[in-house]
């Protein structure tokens, strides 16, 4: 049986809804990748009590992953509760105080202040649980590996970035490579699919007889796709290609991708390979149409720009949208958002442009023109493609499926030319 891992991310932060868990994700996705299974992830608040007993319950677990609470301050008390819930005691480790007392002494030349401000926090964030091993310093937190018996715990800084640094390192440990070498990494398919419902993609799944044999299935709504993933041990393929083939009779249409690449990355790729370039014209979308494709690193030799046209004098303006068509038909329309990628395409100087105008909401609408009411139109050296949707739900929502349904719409259009 592979090992199991309890994931216990820490921050009052977190339960308050102030920030989301982005350790909790990142730390099960790596283990499933490595082949442990990640068996809860458990968000708590900085209440000693609370933290405690989440630190106990996850213990016993073959590996237990904490985040956050290695600070300076007098509420960063999560090595000292482990420690409690270990049984074990606490020590202060010099080498690591004297690391810790390097990097705080630049912090406060660099803040102007006196280095006896840190002089506390620093023997506290380089006190240990008894048996345990410090691995590497980003900022001023180590992670912290402890063995006990067969199981092992980690301790990991709050900070994403700190965390995500240290985290290979951990993995290179003589305890995390005991854990590591008792788990089976399943070989992951993935199909990412548009347009079709999750219950559609639930009963294509039971059409194929349902995962088990060997071949584990997750359907997830995510983004407003459906992302599925077969985890095939080993020996099953033949199984998983039975599963993966009543998946693409049954919904093929509808799959777009065969790796974890994100729609925006996609998007990219496939204006990169013909030579293109793209811009956006975005109303209710208010830019996150351009957010997405600016948010892959590299995106800059195929993006070209963004016209955010919230007004009507903007539209005719910087896009070129002609007075009468919006008069006429309005600024939520298909003649208006045609007019947007045409403009959009001519200012921007791009190959393709796509063009989103709608009613986000939650007021705006009318018995005509509901709440909900999005116009796409995407424009090429190809072709043009249009679409009408009608959204439900709240202004964030709308405005996020808007965004992700133009990205396939170009997605279509290239795919097609």
Request: glycine fraction near 12%.
């Amino acid at each position: 049986m592979p090992p199991r891992a309890a994931i216990v991310a820490s921050g009052s932060e977190l339960v308050r809804g102030d920030r989301n868990d982005r350790n909790g994700p990142f730390l099960a996705a790596d283990l499933l990748r490595r082949g442990v299974v990640p068996a809860r992830i458990t968000v708590v608040g900085d209440d000693h009590a609370d933290l405690e007993d989440a630190l106990r319950e996850g213990l016993a677990y073959d590996l237990l992953v904490v985040s956050g609470g290695l600070g300076p301050t007098h509420d960063d008390r999560t090595i000292e509760l482990l420690a409690r819930a270990a049984g074990v005691g606490l020590h202060v480790d010099e080498e690591l105080a004297g690391q810790i007392e390097q990097r705080s002494r630049m912090v406060a030349a660099r803040l102007h202040r006196p280095y006896a401000d840190f002089e506390e926090g620093v023997r506290k964030q380089a006190t240990l649980p008894e048996g345990a091993q410090w691995v590497g310093l980003v900022g001023t937190a180590p992670a912290v590996v402890l063995a006990l018996g067969e199981h092992v715990v980690v301790a990991l800084p709050g900070p994403p970035r700190e965390l995500q640094e240290l985290w290979p390192r951990v993995c290179e440990t003589a305890p995390m490579r005991d854990v590591l070498a008792r788990a089976v990494a399943a070989k992951r398919r993935v199909l990412r699919m548009f347009g079709v419902s999750e219950s559609a993609v639930a009963q294509a799944l039971a059409a194929a007889g349902g995962d088990g044999d060997g071949v584990g299935v997750t359907i997830c709504a995510r983004d407003f796709e459906i992302h599925v993933d077969l985890f095939v041990a080993p020996g099953a393929d033949t199984r998983a290609d039975e599963i993966e083939r009543g998946f693409e009779e049954a919904a093929g249409a509808y799959v777009f991708s065969h790796d974890e690449r994100s729609t925006a990355e996609l998007v990219l790729d496939l204006l990169r390979e013909r030579g293109l370039t793209i811009g956006t014209a975005e109303s209710c979308t208010g830019g996150l149409v351009a957010a997405r494709l600016t948010d892959v690193p590299g995106s800059s030799d195929i993006f070209r720009g963004a016209v955010v046209a919230y007004g009507n004098e903007v539209k005719e303006a910087q896009l070129g949208v002609p007075g009468d068509v919006l008069a006429r038909f309005g600024a939520v329309s298909a003649e208006t958002a045609a007019a947007m990628a045409a403009g959009a395409r001519g200012t921007l100087g791009v190959d393709v442009a796509v063009a989103v105008t709608g009613v986000a909401g939650p007021g705006g609408g009318t018995a005509e023109k509901p709440v909900g009411l999005v116009f796409l139109h995407a424009v090429g050296p190809g072709g043009e493609l249009a679409r009408r949707l009608d959204f439900p739900g709240d202004r964030e929502t709308i405005r996020l499926r808007s965004a992700v349904a133009a990205l396939h719409l170009v997605r279509t259009l290239v795919t097609k030319s």
